[in-house]
């Protein structure tokens, strides 16, 4: 296919950022006037007004063109509007590579890192560039038409919001009423600044204020709305702005998902924020007013947490430690070897580690990455901590001011400070901690100040009422013990994960899992002891399972954190704090907590945006490495997905593809993936699920001829249907579901492939034989059967017999005539318990020797019975000495 011929030359291009708003086209059309002759290269704009708009009134106003029509190489000169961010201006992105291009460039954005510079840069502090332009075309009397000076003044009072923003400058006013007596017309200009709000837009303006939450950080009210939706939302900027002025809010971020991207868009109303200035580090930027970002394949919850972090070093107000400190402190102990101390510090991404014994639990100093890479540097990796770490020691305790903590930092030279409460290390302040709080506030300190900051808030709802509602007394009398008992210990209690999701599903609830602030095995023996009940304890991870005397468990565990060492590999665990130990989990909908404790029982927890998920019917992980580190978690999001009917998020459905690129899966543990497949078995209904499966390409993560085709789906259906009926006659008899579908799935596959799928999946031996050789003679049997001209109903019983219900469930599914399929069916429900009444000893009564006869016999009159002829014992009997009369087995 040959290239599209560039037909176009300009010595002169000019352009603005990428989603253009009505500043950046009144900019445009404004820099056209300066600059005759030039070409104006429009990047685009996702509002749908814009669009049409411009489409519809305005086009013939442009000297426009397509990037791809002109020829570059006959440019010398780009004019840049209302940005000077490289990464704004993609269509142009071959002219900047240049370094023989002028740049021109026009903006009334506040000065950023990484700005582009220019020949020549006109860029002040006004409320629109358009009014930059405009006083240049009146002072060089260039007077626009109404036309142009409607677009123009369109751009001003958009980009003022009506003159009432507080960017507005007297320039702006002045430059409005010249563009007013050039003809602009203040009809069209307000049927687009002013903007009505229509059905769809009402309800994603509930949505952010449903979803509103508080923070107060570092003494200043900031409030966030995350959202998410399938589809672009129209004018997202006015239904932020009005969300603002409804309910007065001094700062206000909207983080919304919309498709795969995550778009923030920021409002301020006070000096000590700058949201300009925190969303540059999203890739974004704006002024300190107002301020948007997009970005890329990060989840909401990660973006969320992102901002807040970046919130805490921005907003301007007093910290006390307790607030500034990072916890739980990363310690190490004095004769742990430097290499160790190097890999922790990898491991958790710090620069200092505190040195501490743990026998007699003090703090014995710190040691940096620093003098650690000198000392691995000159080979002595082998050497203990305590021979290269900072000994001069000061802590604090958690309620200091930061008058004291920078005493400490700055004048001590203390580039770590441990938060110390009766003897216990609470947490830790670096200098890097202090550093971000000095540059960031710049009022006077008051030493009094007891404001807290914090640094990720939970949304938090009181949902007793819920659990009245929704739970047996048992349960509710159960979580409500738990709660004193913890209390009673000094520990904060949650019942956590799957409990909390199925609660607001109203759906059933199986397992009560319980995790602890505190000792979590401690608590499960004193509970235990008041109970009457007895427990298992696993000390390796902190947990602990408490048992009733009617069987009934409880899961209890520490709070704790986990790592990888490598992909795939188990994880590491570590005591912790319900938040981390929610942040592990695997995803969103899975991370809500309630507190059990008596002061606080009822509150649900939600530091994840589980809840808003859990109303979207999305499946969402937390974090972007979560596939890699355990891909044992793209299983677990597909039987979520198939369990709930939830969809999976666009950004999880991108990393889990990611994750099957990278082959992930080649470290992992085939009985791992096993358990994961038989859980997805197990369901319901697993037929989508295994669908989605093939749809990502994960049959081939299980064997690469493994051979999914829809013959296979046909099968899978029939099981479906026959495991149905069976479960409804017959609830109370067990058997592994797991298997019918598994050795459905392996239908088409030779037996060498089930043979390498079973020694992959380190499927146990006991199993083994169920998808291989006892599936393979259910196979052949039913073959024999479909091939018999005719068979009796004694010829079914004894083809039969011998096959658990696993198998008969199997061959009726595989049957390949509706009146096969009835037959084996009927043997499965009348005839499988029919047995002979008489035994041997009653055979021994008649007369008759003991050997091979008495099978045979026996077998006669089951044959009789089977038929129908024999009803009680006493027919039996006579029946069976009738048969050994005849072959003279008796007189």
Known sequence: MSKKKKTITAETIITSHINADFDAIGSMLAAQKLYPDSVIIFPGSQEKNLRDFFIRSTSYLFNMADPGSIDFS??????????????????????????????????????????????????????????????????????????????????????????????????????????????????????????????????????????????????????????SSPTYITDLATLVQKVVRMENLDIFFAIVLMGNKVNIIARNRIPEVDVGKILSGFGGGGHSYAASAKVDNQTLAQVEMRLL???????????????????????????????????????????????????????????????????????????????????????????????????????????????????????????????????AHNKALKSNETELGIKRNAKKRQIENILYQRLDNRIKHLLQNIGKTGNELGFNMFVVGGFVRDLLLSRPIEDIDIVVEGDGIEFAKVYAKKEGCRINTYKKFGTAVIIYPDNFKIDVASARLEYYKTPAALPIVEKSSIKLDLARRDFTINTLAISLNPDNFG?????????????????????????????????????????????????????????????????????????ELKQIFKEENPIPAIRTMQTYGLEKMIHKDLIIIPNTYQLLESVNKILAWHDLLYMDEPYPRWAVYFMALLNRCSYKVCEQICIRLNVPLKERSILLENRYKAEKKLTVIENSPAYTKQDLY??????????????????????????????????????????????????????????????????????????????????????????????
Not at 120 to 142: D, P, Y
Not at 368 to 397: C, D, F, G, W
């Open 798 to 891: 004894w083809a039969l017999i011998h096959f658990k219900t696993e198998y008969i469930l199997y061959m009726m599914a595989l049957a390949k005539t509706e009146d096969i399929r009835k037959d084996i069916s009927n043997f499965y429900t009348h005839q499988r318990n029919i047995k002979a009444s008489i035994t041997g000893k009653d055979l021994l009564k008649i007369g008759i020797k003991p050997g091979p006869v008495f099978t045979t016999i026996l077998n006669q009159v089951l044959d009789a019975k089977l038929d129908g002829q024999l009803k009680t014992k006493k027919e039996e009997i006579q029946f069976a000495t009738a048969m050994a009369k005849k072959n003279k087995l008796i007189d």
């Open 74 to 227: 006959q440019t010398s000169r780009l004019v840049i509007v209302d940005t000077r961010q490289k990464s704004r201006l993609t269509q142009v992105s071959e002219l900047l590579s240049r370094t023989d291009i002028i740049i021109d460039i026009y903006d009334h954005h506040p000065a950023m890192k990484g700005d582009l510079t220019g020949a020549v840069e006109i860029t002040r502090q006004t409320g629109a560039t358009t009014t930059i332009l405009s006083t240049l075309l009146q002072e060089k009397n260039l007077l626009p038409n109404p036309e142009e000076a409607t677009i123009m003044a369109l751009g001003i009072y958009e980009d003022t919001g009506l003159f009432t923003y507080d960017s507005t400058t007297r320039e702006d006013l002045e430059q409005a009423a010249f563009l007013l007596s050039c003809g602009a017309s203040l009809s069209t200009i307000v049927s687009f600044v002013v903007k009505e709000i229509k059905s769809e837009q009402v309800t994603w303006l509930n949505e952010l204020l449903n979803e509103m939450t508080h923070h107060k950080i570092n003494g200043v009210d900031i409030h966030i709305s995350v959202i």
């Open 309 to 439: 972090e970046r919130l805490q070093k921005e907003v301007k107000s007093i910290q006390i430690a307790k607030n500034l400190m990072t916890s739980p402190a990363i310690t190490i102990e004095p004769l742990v070897t430097c290499k160790t101390a190097g890999n922790l510090m990898t491991r958790y991404n710090i620069n200092t580690l505190l040195v501490v014994d743990k026998k007699e639990n003090t703090y014995k100093g710190y040691i940096t990455r620093q003098i650690i890479e000198k000392i691995l540097y000159h080979k002595l990796a082998h050497l203990p901590v305590k021979e290269y770490m900072n000994s001069e020691v000061s802590s604090i305790s958690s309620d200091a001011d930061v008058a004291q903590i920078e005493n400490i930092i700055v004048e001590g030279k203390h580039r770590i400070l441990p938060v110390i409460d009766d003897g216990w290390i609470k947490g830790v302040i670096t200098r890097t901690d202090l550093l971000n709080y000095l540059v």
């Open 603 to 675: 509150m649900m927890i939600d530091y994840f945006g589980a809840n808003r998920d859990l109303k979207d019917k999305t499946i969402r992980i937390i974090h972007n490495l979560s596939f890699v580190e355990d891909p044992t978690r793209i299983f677990r999001a597909i039987k979520f997905s198939n369990r709930f009917g939830f969809k999976i998020g666009k950004v999880t459905s991108n990393l889990i593809q990611n994750a099957i690129t990278i082959d992930c899966f080649k470290n992992l543990s085939g009985l791992r993936v096993l358990s």
